[in-house]
């Protein structure tokens, strides 16, 4: 049974770089069957695609934000991370890591969820 | 990339069924046959319900059903339970920019 934990700090100052890992445990984010997501939910709202990684390091962003994500991934730690520059509180939301099937276009795995909180 | 729309709530008395939408267009729903649906509990993460339009995972009751026409997809809930309480969300495969894109979600109520 494959098993996603995020981990990262809870509460941010507006203009600081989030950094979240999500470490995958049943299974090896090496392999060619899936992307390794980042997804986030404000509090109240819908889902929202922050982008996701393959194995062979390349990266897929949503666009509406721009260059403010990088991605990786570490084959030798089984983890994969975000970083998200220049945080504003409209970055506060609940982030979540995902395995996604690359077709079908399934989230079959989930982590539990971080809270994130940018506030001065 | 526009989200997918779904209606924000739908609601069933138990043992009814319920229909949630999902809208897309001729680039993603469409045009392929890659619509995956979730359910979330509150302060849950969401989980797996349906893949490729009409699959279910392992696991997931068969009260829980998935079609497709033209550029909507629609999830079924018969039989509703008190459990089936929570909100739905359907992904779309879209061939261009991410990808994958969402829908913007709808709250199921059992009255």
């Known amino acids: 049974q494959v098993q996603l934990q995020e981990s990262g700090p809870g509460l941010m100052k507006p203009s600081q770089t989030l950094s979240l890992t999500c470490t995958v445990s049943?299974?090896?984010?090496?392999?060619?069957?899936?992307?390794w997501s980042w997804i986030r939910q404000p509090p109240g709202k819908g889902l929202e695609w922050i982008g996701y990684?393959?194995?062979?390091?390349?990266?897929y962003h949503n666009p509406s934000l721009k260059s403010r994500v990088t991605m990786s991934v570490d084959t030798s730690k089984n983890q994969f991370s975000l970083k998200l520059s220049s945080v504003t509180a409209a970055d506060t939301a609940v982030y979540y890591c995902?395995?996604?099937?690359?077709?079908?276009?399934?989230?079959?795995?989930w982590g539990q969820g971080t809270l994130v909180t940018v506030s001065s | 990339q526009s989200a997918l729309t779904q209606p924000p709530s739908a609601s069933g008395s138990p043992g009814q069924s319920v229909t949630i939408s999902c809208t897309g267009t001729s680039s993603d729903v469409g045009n392929y046959n890659y619509v995956s649906w979730y359910q979330q509990h509150p302060g849950k993460a969401p989980k797996l319900m349906i893949y490729e339009v009409s699959k279910r995972p392992s696991g997931v009751p068969d009260r829980f059903s998935g079609s497709k026409s033209g550029n909507t997809a629609s999830l079924t809930v018969s039989g509703l339970q008190a459990e089936d309480e929570a909100d739905y969300y359907c992904?779309?495969?879209?061939?261009?920019?991410?990808?994958?894109?969402f829908g913007t979600g709808t709250n199921v109520t059992v009255l």
């Open positions: 049943g299974g090896s984010v090496s392999s060619g069957d899936y992307y």
């Open positions: 990684i393959y194995y062979s390091g390349s990266t």
């Open positions: 995902a395995r996604l099937l690359v077709l079908p276009a399934a989230l079959d795995n």
């Open positions: 992904i779309s495969y879209t061939g261009s920019n991410l990808f994958y894109v």
